[in-house]
């Protein structure tokens, strides 16, 4: 049975590897194999683990973490929503994903916004998020990815 919980500091290595495996296999055909590879290399740092320790979620299976999924309660900000390979189209990233409102609103939060990678904009679509034009994304590294920018409303405050 899937289940969403806040992460800790023991989510660190797998969130790190859960990111880079579902980079590399759900972005292939949308991404240069050179821009996947920057976005992907090195190992976890220091500020990795305290951005997963204050706001990450993980997805676990059967004490597997099979997903991942951020929200900046501040300001509304969805981030790295990734989902192990092995367990992709089986409804992770969408329940992550309506975990992540549900805490929004929980917050009393109006309205939350992502950027989209191209391949799962229209995933977001079907989940009720709106957005259709390329913009760009930046890294902490610098890389710059193409990436839709979406919003949707989950309550009124």
Known sequence: MLTIRKANGGDVLDTWEIRKASVRV?????YPEAS???WVAGLPTDKWARIVERDFYVAVDDGLVVGT???TVA????DAIFVRPSHMGRGVGRSMLASLEALARDHG?????LDATLNAAPFYRSCGWSGTSISTYRTSSGL???CVPMTKCVGSV
């Not at 300001?75 to 969805?78: I, Y």
């Open 69 to 71: 999924g951020m929200l």
């Open 36 to 38: 996947l590879s920057a």
């Open 26 to 30: 759900a972005c292939a055909e949308y």
């Open 144 to 146: 710059e990815l193409a």
């Open 75 to 78: 300001n509304g900000q969805v």
């Open 109 to 113: 939060l109006a309205s939350m916004r």
